[in-house]
Each structure stands twice: as C-alpha cells, then as structure tokens.
C-alpha cells in the first residue's frame, strides 16, 4: 500500500484478505495478529509460504515490510525509511532489520513512538478491558488528570473510615496495617464499567445492545490518544457491526471529521456509510485475490474514481449513493420535526405548516395586505420541503405532544404538492374547503391551495384540447395576477424554465419540451404556467412581491377564509 492516508479504507468481497492487512500491521507493531494474542508461527504462516519453503528446502518465515515518513523530524533519520521484521518457528521474537546507516536507538526511539491499536470484527466484554487499562494508562501520564492525587484522597478517606478496624489488627497482630491502593491500578480499570442513560434510568454498558458498546469503544480510543504523547494508529475491522443505517453513517462522518485529525486509522467495511466517504485524507483500497499457479495472493489497489468503484464492487458503490441520500433526508427531517415541535408549542393558535421558507414569506405578507388590522387567527411554519410535511403530520398523530389547536399541513397545487397530498386522500374532507381530516382527534389536516376560478376555466379549456388526465401546475408564485408574474419575469425577480420529459420504449427513445406543447394551448400572457419557477429565484421573488399593493394577493383569499373553517370546524 503506497500512498497512505489518515483515513483508509478497505474494502473488498468477503475472505478477500482485509482483516489479514490490520493483522499483519498488528504482528509488526505488537508482535500479536489477534488482540491479546501472542501470534504462533505455525498458525500464522501462510501455506503457500510454507510449501515455498519446502520446495526450495530452505528455513520457513514471515516477514513484514513497513515504509515510514520521518513525520517527527528528527535529524537523525531520513525522510523516508523501511523497517523489515522476520519471524521464524524457533523464536517469539522477531529479527528487525533496517537501512545499515540508520542508528539503532533511532529506529528503537521512533518506534516507541508510536502506538498501534487493533480491534477485532469480533468484539466482546475483553475489548473494554483492554482499553480501560489503556485508559489508565493515559490518565497516569497525564499529569492534568490527578489520577495519583485522586486516589490518594481515596485511600485518605478509605483509612479514615476503617480506622478502628486497623487498630484491631495492630492490638491483635501486632502490626500496623492499612488500607492501600495496588502498586497498579490497571487491575481496577478493568473492572470499571460506563453507567448510561436509559430514560430515567442509569444502566451499565454491558447491559445495553452490542451496537450501543461498540460506538464507546473509538471515543475510549480518540482519549487516549487526546491524552498521551505517542502518536497512534489505529487497525480497526467493521466500525459498523451491530449499527443500523443511520447510527453508521454518523459513526462514518465521526471518523473522517474528528478520529482521523489525531490518530491515522486503517479500517474494514462492507457499509455503504464508509464506502461513501471522500474528501482530503481520505483513501480507499480495493482488495481482492488474485488467482496463480502456485495459490492465491492478497492484492491491494488504492480507488479513487468511481467508476473504478463501480466496477470492483458493482452494486455496492451504487447502493452506498442510495443510501447517503436516505440518511440525509432523515437527518433533515429529525432536525424539522424537532424544530416544528418547538415551534408549535409557543404560541396556542392554529399553525398552517406550509412547504417551504418562502411560502411563509407570501403567505404572512397576504394575509396582513388583505386582513389589515386584524389579528392573525393561525401562524405559519415552514417545514424546508414538501417531503417533510407528511412524515411530520404522521410522527404527531402519534408522538408529538397533543396540541390544543389545529395543525394544519399545506401544499402547493403543483405536481410535488399533488403527490404528497396524495397520503391523504383517504381521509374525509372539512366541508366547503380542500382539506382533509387526517386525525380530528388530535386535531391534524392536510389541504392544498384552492384553485382560483380563472385557472380553473384555464385548465379546463388545455384540457379540452390536449385530453387525457392533466392538471394545470400552480406553484405558489403563480397564484398572483398574470401581470405581476410578467413583471417579475421582465424584470428578473423571478426565473422560470422549460418543461422537459423523456420519451422511452423498445424502438424509441427522445425528449419532448412539454413548454412547448402547452404553451399552443394557453392564452397570451399565461405562457408562463407551461414552465416551472427555477428553485434558485424563489426567495427573491418571495422578497419582490411583498412590495406589491393588496390587490395583488386577492387569488389567496378564498384560501384564508377555507382556513378559518378548518380550524373553527
């Protein structure tokens, strides 16, 4: 592996030889393949090595070969230098061979230096331990920690309490005896546990889920390395054992965002949360068997392209897009719903949960130009996306706080709102309005923006001409008078674009500019319906249009008063 980085990631089918690579950087820097292990020559030796051996009928070893940056700049080494270790059958210890020029208390200084950390797939209660003494001795080195003073209190106050039974034993025996710490107090942190917050309960670590432990265990790792003067590597298989989809994606960031900034970490996955991760310090290597006469041979290959991904691993690359994208949209929704909680609990009047940040922005400004004076009878929120406000509406009726007051969710009249509300057809509707009661006990709806007469006799007349199941788009822009989108266009406050579909079957595949076919059919000055509001113009067009008189909002009316029966209904 040339070219390493802070983060490396390898990957690779099952039994490709991953786990090997950590383990045999293990056995150079610990003399150990598995945790706690002294390696055994004859288990550890591959075959094929072995068969070597005996074909050439000469004396059997491994060998490990590491290349190392003089990262510490010491003048007594070179920028670059290999370090060589040779194990054979008659000895625990290996030979350890370097440049002839280089001093040995160099090579023997540098290498102390560091600290190599392997953690198994496999990880049970005898993981915690060894870390736990690792940590204490990071806390012993650490002077700020008062770990020596701290226990001398300890025993301080231990003494105190069990002074008469000292004083028994020196009437009795004849010697003074007291109560003192052990010389070192690894045996302790061994025993030692975390205490975790399960509701309103503290529950110790080993009680909880495998997935729940196994997040402890790179924080314990990123410690000791926060409070120790070696520098440490890390050879760590699966971070993402026991975790669901969400939990690894956030272990994944944590070790390209923070492990990574102190420790270089060498790391195994099958998770599309590790497949994912790019950016500067990071690398990720492909590892694969490659077959030969005389046995198979781990190869390793740095990818940085994605098409190298995609053809090393197939479906997987592609399932690690799908399932980032996922991960964020429920991060974002986890960071709405938790913001429209906080939101709806502030003031007690209904609130109107509309799409986006812009449509708060009109919505307000509508109501204020063609209600002055009148104090507003609901609130609007915003929810940063269509998509959210179902989810939303859905996690309320069942574990929101119940609310003395409707809360209503609102879409826009276009294609994406037409989608969302469809969730909701089921349900029955408030008289006269078109909104649906989605759970009146809990006092939750959902509606969309009433059409106004004239893009009705609109749509009717396309459809008219065009047939089939069409239904005019009104995004909440265009809910004003023609006039004043014109003048938004001409004037650049607003942008819109073409509609372009794809046309595909067995013998025939195109685009067709759907603005152009509609726009055959829609009067002059109405053009714009035919193409949708560019996303990137929303919030100027939003900020434009609260300048314009009340006139102007006269199409949102209708909607304002199907609002005021919902929320009286």
């Avoid at 030796?45 to 072995?50: G, I, N, Q, V």
């Avoid at 190392?68 to 270790?85: C, M, Q």
Wanted: charged share 25%; glycine share 6%; with cysteine.
């Amino acid at each position: 592996m040339k070219g390493v980085d802070d983060l490396n990631i390898l990957i690779g089918n099952n039994d490709s030889g991953k786990s090997n690579v950590l383990k045999a950087l293990n056995m150079f820097f610990n003399n150990k393949t598995e945790l706690g292990q002294v390696y055994y020559f004859t288990d550890d030796l591959t075959r094929k090595r072995e068969q070597e051996a005996r074909d050439t009928k000469g004396r059997a070893t491994i060998w490990i070969k590491v290349h190392f940056y003089n990262f510490l700049g010491w003048r007594s080494l070179p920028d670059e230098f290999v370090i060589k270790k040779v194990w054979n059958r008659y000895s625990d210890q290996p030979e350890t061979t370097y440049p002839k020029d280089l001093p040995s208390t160099a090579i023997a200084r540098f290498l102390n230096k560091i600290a190599f950390h392997y953690v198994p797939a496999v990880r049970g209660r005898d993981i915690f331990s060894h870390y736990l003494s690792l940590l204490h001795d990071a806390l012993l080195e650490d002077e700020k920690a008062g770990l020596i003073t701290s226990t001398e209190e300890l025993m301080n106050s231990l003494n105190e309490s069990t002074m008469d039974m000292s004083e028994q034993i020196e009437q009795g025996v004849g010697i003074k005896s007291n109560i003192q710490p052990p010389t070192n107090l690894r045996v302790l942190f061994n025993a030692l546990d975390f205490s975790t917050g399960y509701g309103d309960h503290n529950v110790p670590l080993q009680k909880r889920g495998d997935g729940i432990q196994s997040r402890h265990i790179p924080y314990i790792l990123d410690f000791i390395a926060s409070h120790t003067k070696t520098h440490h590597i890390w050879a760590y298989e699966e971070p993402e054992t026991s975790l669901e989809l969400g939990p690894a994606f956030e272990l994944a960031k944590q070790f390209r965002e923070g492990f990574c900034q102190d420790n270089q970490i060498f790391l195994t996955t099958h998770s599309p949360a590790f497949y994912d991760l790019k950016g500067p310090g990071v690398s990720k290597w492909y590892v694969y068997q490659e077959i030969a006469e005389d046995g198979n041979e781990t190869r390793v290959e740095k990818v940085s392209l994605k098409d190298v991904l995609d053809r090393k691993l197939g479906v997987a690359a592609l399932v690690a897009d799908r399932a980032r994208e996922a991960y964020e949209q429920i991060e974002s929704l986890k960071e709405t719903v938790t913001r429209l909680d906080r939101e709806l609990g502030q003031h007690e009047i209904p609130h109107v949960i509309v799409e986006g940040v812009t449509d708060k922005i009109i919505l307000d400004e509508a109501y204020s130009k063609l209600y002055p004076g009148d104090e507003p009878f609901c609130e609007f929120l915003h929810a940063e996306g269509a998509t959210n406000i179902p989810p939303y509406l859905k996690s309320a009726k069942v574990l929101s706080k119940e609310f003395s007051h409707a809360v209503i969710g609102l879409f826009d009249r276009d294609q994406e709102g037409r989608k969302q509300i469809k969730e909701f057809t089921s349900f029955p509707r408030v008289d006269g309005t078109e909104f649906l009661e989605f759970c009146p006990d809990r006092l939750l709806y959902a509606g969309i923006l009433p059409m106004p007469e004239e893009f009705q006799t609109l749509e009717n007349k396309v459809v008219d001409a065009l047939g089939g199941n069409l239904n005019l788009p009104v995004a909440i822009e265009y809910m004003f008078p023609s006039e004043v989108i014109e003048k938004a266009i001409a004037e650049g406050r607003i942008e819109v674009e073409d509609r372009v579909a794809k046309i595909s079957d067995p013998d025939f595949s195109t685009t067709i500019n759907l603005t152009d076919l509609l726009s055959l059919h829609l009067p002059e000055g109405k053009n714009y319906f035919s193409k949708k509001v560019a996303k990137r113009t929303k919030r100027r067009f939003a900020d434009w249009v609260v300048g314009q008189p009340a006139q102007s909002f006269e199409n949102f009316r209708p909607l304002f008063e199907q609002l005021r029966t919902v929320c009286c209904s």
